[in-house]
């Protein structure tokens, strides 16, 4: 019992200083509850973004919607030429009166 008086400091000294040890090297091993709180919400969000991406059909309509919109932007190209030729023509005389 003496011995436990006369070194007591000692003692709790070797405990407390072995718990920090061992709080150490969890704290290293083990991710902390805020953190996983935080991948946790990214995750979520993630998982909400993807849930609003369209599906693959989705996807191929609108692929095809696209190429019928170049197809129909070719043709109406096409008629906008002889329009576009006259208001070149008009635009040279109109030029040319002036002078």
Do not use: C
């Amino acid at each position: 019992m003496d011995f436990i008086r006369e070194w007591w400091a000692v003692i709790w000294a070797a405990v407390l200083t072995g718990f920090n040890v061992i709080q150490l090297l969890l704290a290293k091993t083990y991710a902390r509850r805020e953190e996983l709180e935080t991948v946790n919400m990214a995750v979520e969000q993630l998982k909400t973004k993807v849930a609003e991406l369209p599906d693959s059909r989705e996807t191929h309509q609108l692929r095809l919607e696209i190429t019928e919109l170049r197809g129909e932007m070719h043709a109406l190209r096409e008629q906008l030429k002889p329009v576009n030729h006259l208001a070149n023509l008009l635009l040279e005389e109109r030029l040319n009166v002036r002078r």
